[in-house]
């Protein structure tokens, strides 16, 4: 890597470059002297866009085109929403560190004003998310549920164009671009519980790298790191992944930490539910504890019949 400069690689969408401009404004806040640029890469979840993700895979879906990118030392890191990253990174590669965590909970988008408590079969609700499609299905099953691809923007016109009434997508993607006005209603976290560290910004390095880890290192938000690597081990010891229906929040008050698990079937069966807490300086531990109790509730078995859905 040239001596003062870090090229940054992106996804090309205007969230993706919001976050990666975040990543860039931090470094020359505390680096100055520091030349940034960034490179845009368009990855497989950005080329596909007329299959369910759940149908496509989820092993490095939006991922794996930019640390290829690493690998081949076109970029020195790689920034994307933490909830898209593998928590099994490939050889070679690390997390560099994340920024301050964003608005965590999904978010009730509507034109017409469509709250929570007005959804019915009639409605139709659009989602990429099984794991927002199953809690929808656990509180009602006859809710009218279709798939949605693209990025927000595209996602907006459809919805605008009468693909849906509303769409359920996470807030934080909203906020930072300035969208917020189609929230209709922020769903409280016990409702829809979110994905593994949403609202997170992730900074994705090589190994070997020890002068861009020295400097994420100084723009790294410590909190959001520990949180969001407790949510990671909760997620990585289910062998899950960001197309299986497992969700998990994680809130904060002084130094307590309360983690709440969720994971079902993808027509919201078999639904396993559960609350830890503890102390904040034990979160690695609560999240094993927290994995280990969807373990013995079966979700082994779960996992597998999602798997074989998917396969079809």
Do not use: W
């Not at 960034?38 to 979840?45: H, Q, T």
């Not at 993700?53 to 994307?80: C, N, P, R, W, Y």
């Not at 671009?177 to 409280?188: A, F, H, K, M, T």
């Not at 809130?251 to 503890?278: C, P, Q």
């Amino acid at each position: 890597m040239r001596n003062k400069q870090i090229r940054i690689g992106t996804r090309g969408s205007q969230l993706a470059l919001y976050q990666a401009n975040q990543v860039k404004e931090a470094i020359a806040a505390r680096f100055p002297e520091i030349k940034t640029e960034l490179v845009i890469i368009k990855s497989k979840g950005d080329k596909i866009l007329d299959v369910a993700l759940s149908k496509i895979g989820d092993k490095g879906l939006f991922t794996k085109e930019l640390e290829q990118a690493m690998f081949d030392d076109e970029v020195d890191l790689a920034v994307h929403s933490l909830k898209d990253l593998p928590t099994t990174l490939p050889d070679g590669l690390k997390l560099g560190g994340v920024l301050k965590r964003g608005e965590v909970r999904d978010a009730l988008v509507s034109t017409k004003g469509i709250k929570m408590s007005d959804l019915s079969p009639d409605v139709i609700i659009a989602t990429s998310s099984l794991r927002r499609s199953a809690q929808l299905l656990k509180m009602n099953p006859t809710f009218h549920i279709v798939d949605i691809r693209g990025n927000v923007n595209t996602r907006l016109r459809k919805m605008e164009n009468g693909h849906c009434d509303v769409m359920l997508m996470a807030a934080a993607g909203l906020q930072r671009i300035g969208l917020d006005r189609y929230i209709s209603e922020i769903i409280d976290p016990e409702v829809i519980i979110p994905a593994v560290s949403q609202g997170a910004i992730a900074m994705e390095i090589r190994e070997d790298d020890a002068r861009t880890h020295e400097i994420l290192h100084d723009i790294s938000d410590p909190l959001t790191l520990q949180t969001t690597n407790a949510e990671r081990i909760f997620l990585r010891k289910l062998e899950g992944g960001c197309q299986i229906p497992i969700g998990c929040y994680s809130s904060v008050k002084a130094d307590n930490l309360n983690m709440r698990g969720f994971m079902a079937y993808v027509d919201g069966t078999n639904a396993i539910e559960h609350v830890v807490e503890g102390k904040l300086s034990n979160a690695d531990r609560l999240a094993n504890d927290l994995a280990d109790y969807f373990i013995a509730k079966g979700s082994a078995d779960i996992l597998e019949r999602i798997r074989k859905f998917n396969s079809q």
